[in-house]
């Protein structure tokens, strides 16, 4: 090492020493939104261009679709025969969630985008693969008091009135720009879209994830938004929802305590009630869902999915 470089190196390990080291209790943490993802394809039609953050779907699934370009109005796509609007954030760009319904036969299915610029018509057209969503089979034995839950009119009588709760969201995303996390940290003690067999072989789905959680675990948002319903239910026992807004909803079901009203809004990570054992439930544990747009999809995809906000 040269004679120059070497008293370099001294001055600035000298600099370096005279620094006082911070304690680690006053280090500052700072959140920054994760940048958007590259996309996994593009595709470029009269100047907009689409965005796809998939490659392909699975049952119960959802991918992330964007839209650019000057003057674009009134995006909508089409997949797997239902229709669904774009939503608009400040970068201009236009958004929309792609998502597949848990029973959706697997195989090429088409997506179809299209959206108005003055009186031309803009559309994009690609083929998506739906995978199977490998869905496990369980065997569950309710205790005698809770057998009566076991049945499909009680079931659908719930299903009927979740869609009614699920379906008052606004036009604009109510998350912020950390987007979706776990409800508690516990390991996943049974799996979304499980085939479930019950009491005299009623056949069922499980709508959700369920975690490990003794009883009275504190139980928080997965992402910001506003209270939509806190209140028993039969199956689901006292539960909550959230509305995250573009109609995305988060479900915690069998909590022993809520503390949340409708109509209040909710930050991310915010307690929001108290895990149980209430409804159709074996032992104390956390049950909670994804609904989107009606449909029950796997709450990790949303977890694990970036966002914009
Ligand atoms: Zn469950």
Redesign the pocket.
């Known amino acids: 090492m040269l004679p120059t470089a070497r008293l370099i190196l001294a001055c600035l390990l000298l600099t370096l020493s005279l620094i006082p080291a911070r304690a680690q209790d006053s280090l500052d943490i700072i959140f920054q939104p994760a940048p958007r993802p590259m996309p996994t394809a593009v595709m470029i039609e009269s100047g907009a261009r689409l965005e796809l953050y998939f490659s392909s779907l699975k049952q119960g699934g959802l991918g992330l679709l964007r839209l650019a370009g000057d003057g674009i109005e009134d995006p909508r796509l089409d997949f797997l025969g239902r229709e669904r609007r774009f939503f608009q954030v400040e970068d201009d760009a236009w958004y929309a969630l792609l998502i597949v319904d848990m029973n959706a036969s697997p195989g090429l299915r088409q997506l179809t985008v299209r959206a108005d610029r003055g009186l031309e018509e803009i559309s994009f057209a690609r083929d998506i693969r739906v995978d199977s969503g490998r869905f496990i089979l369980q065997e569950f034995e309710l205790p005698a008091n809770r057998a009566y839950l076991v049945n499909p009119a009680i079931e659908a009588a719930e299903f009927a009135r979740l869609d009614e709760i699920t379906s008052e969201s606004g036009p604009k995303p109510l998350w912020d720009a950390g987007g979706f996390g776990l409800p508690l940290e516990s390991e996943t003690t049974?799996p979304f879209g499980a085939f479930r067999v019950l009491n005299d072989g009623v056949k069922t789905r499980?709508t959700?994830?369920?975690q490990r959680a003794s009883s009275a675990t504190p139980v928080h948002a997965m992402a910001s938004g506003k209270v939509a319903f806190a209140a028993p239910l039969e199956i689901r026992g006292d539960a909550v929802v959230i509305d995250h807004g573009v109609g995305v909803y988060t479900l915690y079901?069998h909590l022993s305590q809520s503390n949340v009203t409708p109509g209040e809004t909710v930050d991310a990570g915010q307690i929001i009630g108290l895990s149980g054992n209430s409804g159709r439930s074996t032992g104390p544990?956390l049950?909670w869902e994804l609904i989107v747009a009606g449909h029950w999809l796997d709450g990790l995809e949303i977890v694990a999915l970036w966002l914009p906000s």
Do not use: R, V, Y
């Open positions: 049974s499980h959700g994830w369920d079901a544990h049950h």
